[in-house]
């Protein structure tokens, strides 16, 4: 079975500093991997995923993650946090982006 | 293109109601999947439905059902409401319905926030 280990339930960093959000999976089989954002009151925004090209992921707003299999580790970063990062952040995995199996979420607060 | 719409937005109901959630998938999206989120936790997968027919079932008790109209809209439907039911209820369209290994990029809807009181 696919599971997802999200290290942190709460990140807070300064504008500016770097963004670390760590995500580890469990997954019988090379996956897909995911990270969603999550704004108060809103639903699910694709932030970058990994589908077995390039381990660096580059995605939307300056993120970007790394897939590493010796590690099952996903995690997500940004060189410089902004105000407007400030949100929850969802990794998840899946075997073909069915059926998604998410984190229990990281709530990143960007100090100013 | 309007992306995947949701209704109603906002929901109130009291122990032992029915409930009824609506979902509108991106024009040309023929995959209906729904999530439930509560509070503080991630989604978690309640069905998949793909040309009218079920694709997916998470561990959700029989409660919970769902179908998938001919315009590929679908409707889910609680029965029996509990308190442990007040959720953020995801809608998410895709595509097709991909094998294992084949991706398939979901877009989520902005939810409907179930309250049970």
């Known amino acids: 079975a696919q599971s997802v280990t999200q290290l942190g339930s709460h990140v807070s960093v300064s504008e500016g500093a770097l963004v670390l959000l760590r995500c580890n999976y469990s997954s019988s089989v090379p996956p897909y991997l995911f990270w969603y954002v999550q704004y108060p009151n809103q639903g699910l925004q694709l932030l970058l995923k990994y589908t077995s090209a390039a381990t660096l992921v580059k995605g939307i707003n300056g993120f970007e993650a790394e897939f590493k299999k010796s590690e099952t580790s996903f995690h997500l970063t940004k060189p410089s946090a902004h105000m407007s990062d400030a949100a929850e952040y969802f990794c998840?995995?899946?075997?073909?982006?069915?059926?998604?199996?998410f984190g229990a979420g990281t709530i990143l607060r960007v100090k100013s | 293109d309007a992306g995947v719409t949701q209704s109603p937005t906002h929901l109130i109901k009291t122990r032992g109601q029915h409930v009824t959630l609506r979902c509108s998938p991106i024009s040309g999206h023929k995959s209906v999947s729904w999530y439930q989120q509560v509070l503080g936790q991630g989604p978690q997968f309640i069905f998949q439905?793909?040309?009218?027919?079920?694709?997916g079932r998470g561990n959700f008790p029989d409660r919970f059902s769902a179908r998938q109209f001919p315009n590929y809209s679908s409707e889910l439907n609680v029965n029996a409401l509990l308190l442990g039911d007040s959720a953020l209820y995801l809608c998410a369209s895709s595509k097709r319905s991909a094998r294992d290994y084949e991706y398939n990029e979901q877009f989520f809807g902005p939810g409907t926030r179930l309250t049970v009181l």
């Open positions: 998840a995995v899946s075997k073909s982006g069915n059926k998604l199996v």
């Open positions: 439905y793909y040309e009218k027919e079920e694709r």
